[in-house]
């Protein structure tokens, strides 16, 4: 109990975690690298992906801990997409855009998430809202189906235009640099955001955040994250100028977008209401997002 306080254990812990965690998706994905055929070819990635989820989820059970999963959001993406990159041996202008945008992403959000992070007793407040008030009787199924997997098909999803570009392996055009630019507005929105934010609450605890990117909208990082996937489908949509696109695939990012509209912002709003007097004016003069 007294080593799960100490925030650089629990930072060695984490580190571990993920490392056994790739390590089961790696070889996972090794084992089912036969299947490879249109377009069933990111059928492996999907069951590492998960197998790795999987491994988290345990971890998250033994600690006693959901958020042991909340990294995963950010640091599973670009390493899936460089590797897969790597195997397909595609660096092509477009594919490198990519990894940039995607790594700037990930490092940046990872570094937001280790700045906040405490320790192994510090769990996310929804989680254990979930645990002890919502759903106590069928935590585990919410736990494992809800708050671990659900995000994973999401996140995997709105991957999935950026390993039909990568396979593409066509050099980047007009169309490719403007989702590029899209996805880095899109991460550096999400950087000022909460660095604004991180600096208001650390001089005014408990009042209403109104500055910079705040005075214009309630939820700006969350309209990063928004932007960021749409991001990534518009650099897949370069391909309508060489091959042609599958239009479902909007998919990852119309469900990314439903998810913080419909359940991240309404969580975070009724707490908001509830600590936060004067929450509901706020409400009322500011937009939901920009």
């Known amino acids: 109990m007294m080593l799960k306080e100490s925030r650089s254990f629990s930072f060695v812990v984490i580190a571990i975690v993920y490392v056994i965690a790739f390590a089961v998706g790696l070889l996972v994905y090794r084992e ?3 299947f490879v055929w249109h377009p069933w070819q990111l059928l492996p990635l999907f069951v590492a992906d998960v197998a790795a989820t ?3 989820w345990f971890f998250g059970l033994v600690f006693k801990n959901v ?8 640091v599973a993406p670009p390493v899936m ?5 790597c195997q397909l041996h595609s660096w092509t202008s477009a594919t490198v ?3 940039i945008a995607v790594w700037y992403w990930g490092i940046r959000l990872t570094g937001n998430w280790a700045f906040t992070f405490k320790n192994l007793n510090s769990e996310d407040w929804r989680y254990t809202k979930y645990r002890t008030e919502q759903h106590p009787v069928v935590f585990h199924l919410v736990n494992f189906f809800g708050l671990n997997m659900m995000p994973t098909i999401v996140v995997f999803l709105a991957m999935i235009p950026g390993f039909c570009l990568i396979e593409a392996a066509i050099p980047a055009n007009i169309v490719c640099w403007l989702g590029f630019l899209l996805c880095v507005c899109a991460a550096t929105l999400q950087l000022v955001a909460d660095t604004q934010r991180h600096r208001f609450a ?3 605890k408990g009042q209403i955040c109104e500055v910079g990117l705040w005075k214009y909208g309630r939820h700006p990082n969350y309209f990063g994250e928004i932007l ?4 990534v489908w518009v650099m897949y949509l370069s391909l309508a100028l060489s091959s042609t696109i599958y239009i479902p695939y909007v998919v990852g990012a119309v469900l990314m977008t439903c998810l913080f509209r419909f359940i991240s912002v309404p969580l975070m709003e009724k707490r908001q209401l509830q600590n936060k007097p004067g929450y509901a004016e706020y409400q ?3 937009r939901m997002f920009l």
């Open 32 to 34: 089912l690298g036969g």
């Open 54 to 56: 999987v491994m988290v």
């Open 67 to 74: 958020s042991v999963y909340d990294p995963y959001w950010s």
């Open 81 to 85: 997409l460089t590797l897969y990159a």
């Open 97 to 99: 855009l990519l990894l």
């Open 202 to 204: 650390k001089d005014h």
């Open 228 to 231: 960021m996937w749409w991001g």
């Open 284 to 286: 009322k003069r500011t």
